[in-house]
């Protein structure tokens, strides 16, 4: 018989409870054991909902970081937070946040840097590593879980971050090789291990996507090492990858001392067939064979066809799950009763997928015949996208053919391009500006919301956003910001305002999906050719401008984050896409610049997110992503000054990449790893106007003046002070106006004693 698993849940809840909830613990507004027994509650709804499986994951719920989770986990917390006390509760959120619910102004330290998970929009805290590191590992909050499970029914496997892949995604503090740690580490996982054995525990997933990607001789011995000592314990160890193909790293994978091998067969499935024939007699082997990254429905037909003879060859030992942990996709389809009838027909969120991966299991394990009106159904639905008119757009498509290398291009390089700038815009040494978007306070969702369900006209509503737009150009003005943005009230998303003003895409009303902590984004779902129809942003920018002398930024997302942060069409390649997507910004910041908008920023930011895992591949992705930038952007005299923002990515390795997009400014995210970027310019020499973060927006920590001086310093040390800007490291929707006026009156005042000092 057929096993039937899944890797991990969506944790935020049908709609967002657990992101309500946590937001009224650090208020203060409820107590930690009002937060335990509400994360008690979504644990039982979320294992009902998975109760046809065989075995439920348990471990994949948290409050803010799996990886953060498995730091607590090991007792390997830096001493900032430890030397503070409190509950491990307050340690928790304090190296999540900077300061938990009880923190007054004097006990708040730095939180921990975040960076994006592998090539997803989820972010994780960076363990961080010195040669004083230690591990005590209390297994007892995941053996609470299990026992939770038990009581309600379900068979419990216990999910874990694998050790070699935790310190791969580490940090060095001070210098030192994580990789010494190794032995050490190895011994508190296996500690880990025995206390759930202890706990009748029988199997573990334990997750390494790290071997996905290219890895050097001493992490792949790293491997070895880690899993011969884990050989020695009582539970049987499902080792988990995900997120691409194993390629030269799956004859290690099959030798590897576990009692089973979990591969992404939606992603990987060329290793499919050679994990067959190389792994060892008696061990189980998993697939991974719906997508858990994506909302398409999955053809059943196809996977049963080639299922079933792996079935034949491996009998008992043939596992199935999902590609990967659910928790990159919405959880339930049954929550968008509004959804257009033809697209919901091609859709399957959370609780769909493995409803598809219970008929997979039925008709393996009773025959086909006992599935027959399943397979047709999915059939249909599968006919029914790929005959719809509604997904092909034949103006779009001419458009896209009659893409230029000129296109792609200023007319003048940044050298001369910079003095016309200048000339026009007069802002002083290390301007200061602001990432685009102002606290999104209640009021404001109050009156979007009012005016979506009809209860506010459309006059009464551009009052009321006009009204805010003047409210953030005084504040700014006030705080003497160099270039001013008008704030994006109107906007709920970065990506999905702009989708919504666009043909292709299409909306969920609650499709949220985590990207760290309480931090939701609800991702469209692009279905077909896109295309801009209208101005999307001019009258709103054209407004902000009218009400001062400063420059006001135009403020636009980049085609490659439309795409990266949207549930993307799996029917044509994603180059093609994206630039259909580079064609609509295009005349986005053409009828901006018409409109006499002289600063015009493309966010992308989720550039980095899209890189292929493996090296390889890295060239043809960026060629076509830049592309799509260049299409996107270069539409413009050379007076007109293109930014761009980048933030919470690894971005060392692709500074060459990032350069040649050409724009004049690039603000990307500095802070929270205290510059580190700066160490690409050691070997490199960027070339246009960079402003590096100097103000971590995702921690409600307000930093000082000195703080932030120090940081510019650093940064003036390898890059000419000159092609230097002033700007936190991200929007501020996030944060309330009480923490961002003292926080940017800081950077201001850095800002201006810079330029006193010379």
Not at 381 to 404: T, Y
Not at 481 to 506: K, Q
Not at 639 to 644: G, P, S
């Amino acid at each position: 018989m057929v096993t039937m698993h899944n890797l991990g849940f969506p944790r935020i809840g049908a709609k967002r409870e657990l992101k309500f909830a946590l937001e009224a613990s650090w208020r203060g507004e409820t107590t930690e054991a009002e937060l335990i027994q509400r994360s008690r509650d979504l644990r039982r709804q979320h294992w009902q909902k998975q109760s046809s499986l065989h075995r439920v994951p348990v471990g994949d719920f948290s409050w803010y970081d799996h990886v953060l989770d498995t730091s607590i986990m090991l007792g390997h917390l830096p001493p900032r937070v430890l030397d503070l006390g409190g509950t491990a509760t307050d340690q928790y959120f304090r190296l999540a946040r900077g300061r938990s619910a009880a923190d007054d102004d004097e006990s708040v330290v730095a939180a921990g840097e975040m960076t994006k998970w592998f090539d997803t929009n989820y972010h994780y805290i960076v363990p961080e590593f010195t040669r004083e590191s230690r591990f005590s590992p209390d297994a007892g909050a995941l053996v609470a879980q299990v026992t939770e499970a038990r009581e309600q029914g379900h068979n419990p496997k216990p999910v874990l971050v694998g050790p070699v892949t935790y310190l791969w995604l580490g940090k060095s503090k001070d210098g030192s090789e994580r990789l010494e740690h190794l032995t050490a580490l190895a011994e508190a996982y296996a500690g880990l291990l025995e206390q759930l054995a202890d706990a009748g525990v029988d199997w573990v997933q334990i997750d390494e996507p790290i071997m996905v990607t290219d890895l050097a001789p001493e992490w792949r011995n790293a491997l070895e090492t880690a899993y011969h000592r884990l050989a020695d314990t009582r539970v049987s160890l499902l080792l988990t990858t995900y997120f691409g193909h194993l390629g030269d790293n799956l004859e290690l994978a099959c030798r590897l001392p576990v009692a089973g091998l979990h591969l992404d067969a939606v992603r990987g499935g060329a290793d499919v067939q050679r994990a067959v024939e190389q792994l060892p007699q008696g061990r189980v082997l998993s697939l991974g064979v719906v997508d858990g990254r994506n909302v398409w429905k999955a053809d059943l037909t196809a996977l049963m066809d080639w299922l079933e003879p792996v079935h034949a060859a491996l009998g008992d030992r043939l596992w199935i799950a999902p590609a990967c942990s659910l928790l990159h996709v919405p959880m339930d389809l049954d929550t968008e009763p509004d959804l257009d009838e033809e697209l919901r027909g091609w859709l399957a969120f959370a609780v769909q997928k493995l409803e598809e991966l219970e008929i997979l299991e039925k008709g393996l394990n009773k025959g086909r015949n006992a599935i027959i009106a399943e397979l047709a159904a999915n059939r249909a639905c599968h006919a029914s996208r790929s005959h719809s008119q509604r997904v092909r757009n034949p103006a779009v498509r001419e458009a896209v053919a009659g893409l230029n290398e000129v296109m792609g291009q200023r007319q003048s390089p940044y050298a001369r391009r910079i003095e016309a700038q200048q000339r026009h815009l007069d802002l002083p040494r290390f301007p200061t500006t602001t990432i685009g978007s102002f606290p999104q306070t209640g009021e404001i969702r109050r009156t979007r919301l009012q005016y979506r369900r009809g209860d506010l006209s459309e006059a009464a509503y551009r009052e009321a956003m006009q009204a805010e737009i003047r409210d953030c150009i005084r504040e700014q003005e006030a705080l003497g910001l160099d270039v001013l943005v008008h704030g994006e009230a109107e906007r709920n998303d970065m990506v999905e305002y702009f989708g919504e003003l666009m043909d292709g895409f299409a909306f969920t009303r609650h499709g949220w999906v985590q990207s760290f902590g309480s931090r939701c984004v609800k991702p469209p779902i692009i279905y077909g050719d896109v295309d801009r129809p209208d101005p999307m942003t001019v009258d709103w920018i054209r407004y902000a401008q009218s009400l001062t002398e400063r420059p006001v930024k135009g403020m636009l997302t980049g085609p490659v984050t439309l795409l990266n942060w949207s549930f993307v069409r799996d029917d044509q390649p994603e180059r093609d896409t994206a630039n259909q997507l580079a064609l609509a910004v295009r005349k986005e910041v053409q009828d901006l610049e018409a409109a006499g908008i002289r600063i015009i920023q493309i966010d992308e930011a989720a550039l980095r997110e899209g890189l292929p895992l493996r090296r390889s591949e890295w060239e043809t992705y960026l060629e076509w992503a830049i592309n799509a930038f260049r299409i996107a952007a270069n539409g413009v005299s050379d007076d007109t000054q293109i930014h761009t923002h980048m933030c919470y990515s690894e971005f060392n390795d692709i500074m060459a990449a990032i350069a040649r997009m050409d724009a004049d400014v690039i603000t990307i995210e500095t802070s929270r790893s205290d510059m580190e970027l700066l160490e690409a310019f050691e070997h490199f020499e960027y070339p246009n106007g960079i402003g590096p973060g100097v103000y971590d927006i995702h921690s409600p920590n307000i930093p000082t003046q000195a703080s932030m001086v120090a940081l510019l310093r650093k940064a003036a040390e390898r890059i000419p002070p000159e092609r230097l800007w002033v700007n936190p490291d991200c929007g501020l929707k996030t944060r309330n106006w009480g923490e961002v006026r003292p926080a940017l009156a800081a950077m201001v005042g850095a800002a201006r004693g810079l330029r006193q000092s010379g």
